[in-house]
């Protein structure tokens, strides 16, 4: 758990008291130095750990998440950052992060994707030329969505970067201003990888390149989320290059300088998440449409009295009925 994470949530929730009640056994990442989550991790798997888990941001989420798909062990998501997109479309209460902690008694085990960026694994995206301009500002970490509304126009218009190449299966992209590569495709209008994805058991990557040539339309473009210069997609795969050596790349939002070529790939159903059964966003079942007596509801028509009769043999329900 991140103490600082999120502004203070797992101290103002108590999520240490109530993960151990539960019958977790934590560690606060409050140093005094750097800790290093990964052989925090790895020692917890190693002394017999049976789940992993994360009160904290994306970054700190998609480190653990892939020690624990690399086990084979379930993992727990705490929504105690300040956006906590990967939680958003779980499905989990980002207001109340101690309700996450219902997984440990009353859960469910989803299988979720996960993406795989050089050597390591991301639950959201990878972000690149303007858009890894964007989470390099320091105002990203406390106001992802208004710092990318406010920096992005500008950036993709004026981006004085390195010249990125994306090659998606098929499809080649050349002189892209930015790319975005996420762990399944966001809502086809979001341009800024701000919205939500329906599923994150699709077995692809999200694509979403731009090239613009002007100021106007690169405000066009985040505005309204289409338009001339957009180009969006899925693939397996993708493989970005550059007119440089290294390149800096935004993962969940934490900022890496990485080789080139920098390749992106799907790990499909990789991850093992546990959630509890009750989460605010995921919708109430709806009632089970009863076939059988739909079926016999369209076989009779209604005569002007209101009496019904048998509809006419040989005719088929109509469309709506089916």
Known sequence: MNPRSGGGKVTRF????????????????QGPGTVDVAALARKAVADGADLLGVAGGDGTQALVAGIAAEHGLPFLVISAGTRNHFALDLGLDRDDPSTCLAALTDGEELRVDLGVIADRTFVNNASFGAYAEVVRSPAY??????TTLQMLPDLLHGHQGARLTAR??????????????????????DVAGLGRRARLDAGTLGVVAVRVDSAR??????RRGHGQGLTTLTAEEVSVDADAAQIPVGIDGETVMLPT?????IRPRALRVVVPRQRPGVPAPKAALEWPRLRQLASFRTRPDGESLPARPGREPSPQAR
């Not at 998606?168 to 209008?189: H, K, R, W």
């Not at 070529?261 to 790939?265: D, F, G, K, S, T």
């Open 14 to 29: 108590g999520l240490k008291d109530k993960a151990q009640a539960l019958g977790a056994q934590v560690a606060l990442l």
């Open 141 to 146: 970490r406390d106001d992802k969505r208004g």
């Open 168 to 189: 998606a299966g098929a499809t080649t992209i050349q002189a892209l201003q930015a790319l975005l590569v996420s762990n399944g495709p966001y809502e086809m209008t």
């Open 217 to 222: 339309q690169a405000a066009g473009l985040v």
């Open 261 to 265: 070529p920098v390749r992106c790939a």
